[in-house]
């Protein structure tokens, strides 16, 4: 006759479990997590659901259980800490900080370099949107237009030089 395993549900068996494996899972955490008392928090809310649930633990699976229970809190707490900062990050990223005053003003600004580009040569218009708005080099600008890059340099600076006259010489392109 195979003989009984003890149960968790005693005091006894459950206070033996825990002398034995606390102070081990508390380490196998910290050596996870970095911190002893986080570390510490997680083993010890292991072991009170071990208790609320001992009728349903085997007493020869105990330790696999515990281990595996804390290992499976510490990665909850990692993945919930992930949800919170990215919550973080985007209303940090939705808040505009700026007077409804400033705004205005850029969008009145953007119209004017609008403007102000639509009043460009169309060529230098040409390199400044590829070089500004599209971010390509003056080597790329050449060789999509076929003109040398002395050539893109000269309409750059041709259409800075309008531009600011345009919009002041304290704004910068």
Request: charged fraction near 30%; proline fraction near 2%.
């Amino acid at each position: 006759m195979p003989k009984k395993e003890p149960s968790v549900c005693e005091e006894k068996i459950y206070n033996e479990l825990f002398r034995k494996y606390y102070a081990l899972a508390t380490k196998y955490i910290y050596y996870k997590c970095g911190n002893l008392n986080q570390a510490e928090d997680i083993v010890q809310n292991v072991f009170v659901k071990i208790w609320k649930f001992c009728a349903t633990i085997i007493y020869s699976k105990a330790k696999s259980y515990i281990f595996s229970a804390c290992n499976n809190s510490f990665l909850n707490e990692v993945e919930h800490k992930k949800v919170v900062l990215k919550h973080q990050k985007t209303i940090t990223e939705n808040t505009n900080y700026e007077s409804p005053d400033f705004l205005i003003e850029v969008d009145e600004f953007r119209v004017k370099l609008k403007e102000a580009i639509n009043t460009l040569n169309p060529k230098e218009r040409e390199v400044f949107l590829l070089s500004r708005v599209e971010d390509k080099t003056y080597r790329e600008i050449a060789e999509i237009t076929g003109l040398t890059v002395k050539a893109i340099e000269r309409r750059m600076s041709k259409a800075l030089k309008e531009l600011r006259e345009i919009l002041g010489k304290h704004i910068k392109i």
